[in-house]
Nanobody, 119 residues
């Protein structure tokens, strides 16, 4: 199983970006997909996720500005980021809790995509 993230880039404060992540491989089921981020010299932190119920959960720091969505048919998750702030600058990692065919449920990570917000 691989998670391929894309959509990062450089944007001015107040701008928007949309991140995408697609899970590929022999996937039996997906329990949740979401996003984490890691800013320079900081620990990785949870940003948002969407479990099977289809309801997005958000960290307080992004609530009201970020929107997570999922396309079950494509095994994809998206993060629409609006009103970006310099403190949103980080490497964003896609995350999935899923069951690979004939294996146990496990956690998977994408390679990360850099988001830089200039002031």
């Amino acid at each position: 199983v691989q998670l391929q993230a894309s959509g990062g880039g450089l944007v001015q404060a107040g701008g928007s970006l949309r991140l995408s992540c697609v899970a590929s491989g022999s996937i039996f089921s997906i329990d949740a997909m979401g996003w984490y981020r890691q800013a320079p010299d900081k620990e990785r932190e949870w940003v948002a996720n969407m479990p099977r119920d289809g309801i997005g959960r958000y960290a307080d720091s992004v609530k009201g500005r970020f929107t997570i969505s999922k396309d079950n048919a494509k095994n994809a998750v998206y993060l629409q980021m609006n009103t970006l702030k310099p403190e949103d600058t980080a490497v964003y990692y896609c995350n999935a809790i899923l069951t690979e065919t004939r294996r146990r449920r496990d956690e998977y990570w994408g390679q990360g995509t850099l988001v830089t917000v200039s002031s």
